[in-house]
Nanobody, 124 residues
Framework: QVRLVESGGAWVQAGGSLRLSCVAS????????LGWFRQAPGKEREFVAT????????NYADSVKGRFTISRDNVENTVYLRMNSLKPEDTAVYFC?????????????????WGQGTQVTVSS
């Protein structure tokens, strides 16, 4: 059974930083692209960042470029999202997702497996 478990969400003031983690189990982690998405109240889920299976291919949403960094550890089966210079508009539930053999996927429908999400709240 595939499981993705996110952690690291918290309340933080604007300008602060957080690092989200997502631990995967039940899959061959090194064969999966990983993505981070977020969903704010009343809004659709949106793409944040993705990293290919090898870690070489990385894409970001324009809204987070230069502030967020995605990385992965294929030994620990973990994908990270480092978030700096946080803004109130970054407030959302953040989800990690996995897509076998994927690369550059920015659409949620392209991902096969999802975590339950972790809440990030940024106050002004």
């Amino acid at each position: 059974q595939v499981r993705l478990v996110e952690s690291g969400g918290a309340w933080v003031q604007a300008g602060g930083s957080l690092r989200l983690s997502c631990v995967a189990s039940g899959l061959t982690f090194s064969k999966f692209a990983l993505g981070w998405f977020r969903q704010a109240p009343g809004k659709e889920r949106e793409f944040v960042a993705t990293i290919s299976a090898t870690g070489i291919g990385i894409n970001y949403a324009d809204s987070v470029k230069g502030r967020f960094t995605i990385s992965r550890d294929n030994v620990e089966n973990t994908v990270y999202l480092r978030m700096n210079s946080l803004k109130p508009e970054d407030t959302a539930v953040y989800f990690c997702a996995a897509a076998q053999y994927g690369m550059g996927y920015t659409q949620s429908v392209q991902y096969e497996y999802w975590g339950q999400g972790t809440q990030v709240t940024v106050s002004s």
